[in-house]
DNA sequence: GTATACAATGAATACGTATACACAGCGATC
DNA sequence: GATCGCTGTGTATACGTATTCATTGTATAC
């Protein structure tokens, strides 16, 4: 008992080699059925398992896929987490999480080379980070989730995040808002990026213009949009509706709102970006643009096990849909939106 | 470049033999200071890694720790993960995380025994799971984290949930409250158990009684605190206070509230459990009794490493005091409540 | 000047598995 | 009845590292 029975032992016990016992473990079909029947019940009785890493030296496959990524306590990244960890555990793979939040590079380096899984996921990707570089260059297969670079050759899913803030701006601007407040992020990914950029072409297009002083550029906490908000509501004139780049800041600039007296959306209306599980909860009823998180997940890893099985596939670049989700936190019907602009 | 060096092409490299190598990666002292620098030199050129997989076959230790959890999508959950992944990686280990929400205890019993984690953390003990009882017979170190099992030998650290539910329990009752809702858990851990027991203790000595009509028994997420909510408040005569068992339970209750239009603090007191970052958001402003997340993960980490040292160490059993923070769903000072209580 | 201790290194092995290779048995084919 | 192919099995090896053991060279003691 102290030492776990290796496949040597139980190979005696059956009165067979251990490459036999072997071939049953892999299911090697050349071999006799009722040796094999033998051996499974001498496995069986045994309660053996094999030793993963031993298979793993042999194999060259670990049947781990190393995940990347940062702020687990943030909504959206928790039920991204949640999703990859449903989807690797259904095709039978185990997951090693590193977050890098606050790793130096040189260990993130060596965790990267150190063979210790089949593929990389990561899902944050930023332009002043090296880690995709690292990671690609690894030779280790990698999949970017949530989160691409652009020119990158490497695969990547990715909610099409230029399309789903477009359409939040020209809801806004269909339904006559003029005072428009941006609230965005400091730091330098893809998403971010597109989920403005897309903003500003559709308001573009409705001959809308986004003030300076209505633009504010924040980080990533809640407590960030809540400062967002005191800055922008607190104006002479604030402006009718805030849209921001996820629903973290967004339930952060209600709050703000809250603290300030100003009402959602009778004196402002709110949009968000992820659609998180939070966005639906009373407290919040945030109207916002949701991330296909399944199928983002799902897709990535699906890419992610062609490429191990075969490295030399064509890269691929997925691009998902992102649809409006409208609740409280505007107007229900645009019809009803005309109400809002008039005042501060 | 299509195949990682190993240590025997570096020796090559540099003119030693392979055991030399692996004696300078691993500190050896007995190894001549040129010769330990000209190793280091071509290791440094080469960017060379050791393989985890061979070296963790070789010395029997992987540097990785199991961990299981349930629902990282809960926000206690979620700040549990973070504060783990932050710990284990400031102690150089990595982690593998394995949700076993849905997978069958077969499988769930394969990966213990597979020798691919030097430890586990359990999160999510309960007593109709016997994942605990396989991970101890696994031989495995193991140690229980947040929630414990009477009687288990195996090392555990968790919240004083008893105290921390007492505390609330007097807290209301010297604020005068007597119609009382409790809003409990249909599962079978023992911190659920505490947090109702400590509570109902302190009622008892207040000599105020919880009504059946104002006990709820709920599953674990936001909706069906809603429920609760929606349940005991739509009551003809509905209670002042109502304390439950996790802040995502009262974050639901609240919300439960606000769609009847009953107001916190002023037609209605609640208490959660955790502390979690949430309740402090002003959409929340949650009185709860705090886990001390950072403690018993620093301190569950600590047992396991030493038990890993020395599996034939005796089992301990930590318990952390759990302060109750007094926020906006219950009146900020004692002295305010006696109108609380008074009306519906 | 030989014997002894010690430092530094290389050769060989083991961790537990998967698999290439060799080989025995045996039916089918000419 | 000898050759061929095929099935099932065992033997041997390799994965990349850490480590034991043997060996060399050098300094110290007699």
Redesign the pocket.
């Known amino acids: 008992m102290s030492?776990p029975p290796?496949?040597?032992d139980l190979a005696r016990l059956a009165g067979?080699?251990?490459?036999?016992v072997?071939?049953v473990?892999?299911n090697n079909p050349?071999?006799?059925p009722e040796?094999r029947a033998r051996v499974l019940q001498v496995l069986k009785e045994a309660n053996y398992t094999?030793?993963a890493l031993?298979?793993a030296?042999?194999?060259g496959r670990t049947d781990t896929i190393g995940v990347f990524m940062t702020r687990v306590t943030s909504p959206f990244h928790a039920e991204l987490l949640d999703e990859i960890g449903r989807v690797l555990s259904s095709v039978g793979l185990h997951m090693i999480l590193w977050n890098i939040e606050h790793d130096p590079e040189e260990s993130v380096s060596k965790v990267l080379q150190q063979r210790l899984v089949d593929g990389f996921l990561l899902t944050s990707a930023t332009y002043d980070s090296t880690l995709h570089t690292m990671a690609v260059e690894s030779g280790t297969p990698t999949v970017l989730l949530h989160r691409g670079i652009d020119g990158l050759d490497c695969d990547q899913v990715v909610g099409d995040n230029w399309q789903g803030a477009y359409d939040a701006g020209r809801y806004l601007a269909e339904a006559g808002h003029t005072e428009i407040g941006l609230v965005r992020l400091e730091h330098t990914g893809n998403t971010s990026r597109d989920r403005e950029l897309g903003f500003r072409a559709a308001l573009d297009e409705a001959g809308v213009k986004i003030k300076a002083r209505n633009t504010v550029t924040v980080g990533v906490q809640h407590a960030d949009g809540h400062a967002a908000a005191q800055k922008l509501l607190s104006q002479k004139k604030p402006p009718t509706a805030i849209y921001t780049m996820t629903d973290l800041l967004a339930f952060g600039i209600l709050d703000g709102a809250r603290a300030l007296g100003v009402r959602v959306p009778d004196d402002v209306w709110l949009i968000g970006y992820d659609n998180t599980d939070l966005a639906a909860w009373e407290s919040f009823d945030l109207t916002t643009v949701a991330q296909p998180i399944h199928a983002i997940v799902e897709t990535g890893i699906d890419l992610l096990r062609r490429r191990i099985a075969d490295p030399e596939s064509p890269t691929e670049i997925v691009t998902l849909p992102c649809p409006l989700v409208v609740r409280g936190s505007t107007a229900n019907t645009p019809a009803a939106a005309g109400s809002a602009p008039a005042g501060g």
Chains 1, 2 share one sequence.
């Not at 067979?16 to 036999?20: E, H, I, K, P, W």
């Open positions: 030492r290796t496949s040597r067979v080699s251990q490459a036999t072997s071939r473990l892999t050349k071999v006799n040796t094999p030793n031993a298979r030296m042999k194999t």
